[in-house]
């Protein structure tokens, strides 16, 4: 069974503009960490570290899932409580790193558990995303190479665009806890298409 093709469109949409709210958030990321751990090389090799847990993390989940219940509702949900949980990142982070300082200092041991509590959950669940939807628009074994291709280099587009559009405009104009919450928000709306939209499948040929 696979994905209609009139939905196509929507999950590359969304593969692209979840790959730049993923990206977006890393580049945020820093910006949560620096009052607290520095910006340092320290620091952004702990973020790319966990970013690359979660994707991988993310990605075996995704194989996972395709295995047992690949649906637009899936990793809708899935987009969904990423959404839910940048949009506690505003309130929490301070008191987290507050936390996390006071109990591990500013050395590797917590700028790790640091990124991690800000990553990795949200871009594991985003990770999730693009092994459905290879699935989900993959009509005949033949095409998976070329869909496969297709959503990574999308997203792959979408997160070139979401790290320079968060790092030289939108940090500058209107701040990272500000930037966060228009990240949930954009999510929450990619999560509301996928949830919303009439499961039209059809089988594959």
């Known amino acids: 069974m696979t994905l209609v093709r009139s939905l196509a469109p929507a999950i590359y949409l969304i593969a692209f503009v979840s790959g ?15 009052p607290y751990f520095g910006g340092g090389i320290g620091t952004w090799a702990s973020l790319i570290s966990v970013v690359l847990c979660a994707l991988a993390i993310g990605y075996f989940a995704g ?8 649906s637009q509702r899936t990793i809708g949900a899935a987009i969904l409580v990423a959404a839910c949980w940048l949009a506690l990142v505003p309130a929490t982070a301070d008191t987290v790193m507050q936390g996390i300082l006071g ?13 991690a509590a800000l990553l990795l959950v949200p871009l594991t669940l985003l990770g999730t995303f693009s092994p459905i939807a290879v ?28 790290t320079l559009l ?3 405009v939108l940090i500058p104009s209107i701040g990272s806890r500000n930037i966060t919450y228009i ?11 996928l949830l919303m939209t ?6 594959g040929g």
């Open 103 to 115: 109990q591990l200092g500013a050395g590797p041991a917590a700028t790790l558990p640091a990124s």
């Open 198 to 203: 009439p499961a039209r499948r059809q089988t």
């Open 20 to 34: 730049g709210v993923l990206m977006g958030f890393e580049m945020l990321g820093s910006r949560y960490l620096f």
């Open 135 to 162: 699935s989900l628009l993959t009509r005949s074994a033949h095409e998976a190479g070329r869909v496969a291709g297709r959503v990574y280099g999308v997203s792959t587009i979408g997160n070139v665009a979401g």
């Open 166 to 168: 968060t790092t030289f």
């Open 183 to 193: 990240f949930a928000a954009v999510l929450a709306a990619c999560a509301a298409l």
């Open 63 to 70: 194989s996972a899932i395709v295995d047992r219940d690949p």
